[in-house]
């Protein structure tokens, strides 16, 4: 079987054909069935499956879920569509090492689209995949605090020149901030693998220079805001982003920044945002990109993590020393 024929499931008709078509403007070819109960085989031989389980129950959903990464290797990429759900939910379907991608419902046909492309291509970097083609994408470089002061001011700018309201300015002001302090402080790292920043004091980083430059992607349209924000060490594991929003979320009030560093930075950016897509291609970029909506605040309803094959296997070891939640 080619690893381009994806597997699509879904108790849904109606849904099943939003996936298909989705899947089928990759050029991927698509074997669709509407239950778990259809597969005949030990083992699930495609290497991508697409699977919704906003429809059916508790029960049926880790049923199916269950069916599924038992007849899956760990190389398989699947991809749930849900309803919107808690981020909660969200990390909790994470979770396994085969799941890295969460789709809602609402963005079924633009994102079961663009995680498919960008899984079959292998051609994961870049903002322009989230805004319509032809969108004028703006850039910034910097590798200090006030550089990223500069930045975050540009993109405010340019957020106000294209009438975004105030409240969601504030939004994308704090996300750029996160974002900017993770790529500059929490990134970098020597040649053992060590965080260079690890023992420096937050206050005493400001008078420090990033070794290695960090850019900022950002652009507007009439639905949305999208930014990305690009460090070049490729280091962030899922696992990783994990550990720290779920601590997070179970340590109620007693979060602050001196104790959480970087991990309460990506539970206030996955909280804040209406997609949150994370590229990484270790030892050389990683690149989280996030879309803001104009119009309302929305629950979280894209999520993913691609990895460039050749540092999956290098990822998978997790944080590396000084780099895990304190």
């Given amino acids: 079987m080619s690893q381009h024929t994806v597997l699509a499931i879904s108790p849904n008709l109606d849904q099943l054909r939003r ?6 403007r990759t050029g991927a070819t698509v074997d669709a069935i509407r239950s778990t109960d259809a597969i005949t085989s030990e083992r699930i031989g495609h290497r991508y499956v697409f699977v919704d389980i906003g429809e059916v129950s508790e029960t049926e959903r880790l049923r199916d879920l269950e069916v599924i990464l038992e007849r899956t290797s760990e190389h398989t990429h699947i991809a749930i569509i849900t309803d919107n759900a808690p981020l909660q939910e969200f990390t909790r379907l994470l979770q396994d090492v085969r799941v890295n991608h969460i789709i809602s419902r609402e963005e079924i046909e633009q994102g079961v689209f663009v995680t ?4 079959l291509s292998g051609d994961i970097f870049g903002i322009e995949r989230y805004v319509p083609e032809g969108t004028p994408v703006h850039y910034c470089r910097l590798n ?5 002061g ?3 001011d540009t993109v405010l700018d340019f957020a106000k020149e294209s009438k975004i309201r105030g409240r969601l300015r504030e939004g994308i002001g704090k996300v750029c901030e996160e974002l900017l302090m993770n790529a500059l402080y929490d990134a970098p790292v020597d040649e053992s693998g060590v965080q260079i920043f690890a023992e420096v004091e937050p206050h005493d980083r400001v008078a420090t220079c990033s070794p290695r430059p960090v850019s900022i992607r950002y652009a507007a349209t009439e639905t949305q805001f999208a930014i990305a924000v690009r460090d070049r060490y490729g280091r962030l594991a899922k696992n990783t982003i994990i550990a720290y929003i779920n601590k997070c979320q179970t340590s109620g009030n007693q979060i602050d920044r001196k104790t959480y560093g970087a991990g309460l930075g990506l539970y206030i950016v996955a909280n804040a945002v209406a997609s949150y897509v ?3 291609a ?3 970029a990683t690149e989280v990109i996030c879309t803001f909506d104009r119009k309302s605040r929305t629950p979280l309803r894209l999520v993913g993590v691609f990895i460039h094959p050749g540092g999956a296997e290098m990822l998978k070891q997790g944080p590396t020393p000084g ?4």
């Fill in 282 to 284: 270790y030892d050389i």
């Fill in 278 to 280: 994370v590229n990484v």
């Fill in 323 to 326: 780099a895990g939640p304190k």
């Fill in 116 to 119: 498919a492309q960008k899984l």
């Fill in 19 to 24: 996936i298909v078509d989705g899947l089928q």
């Fill in 150 to 152: 500069e930045a975050i």
């Fill in 144 to 148: 200090d605090f006030q550089g990223r």
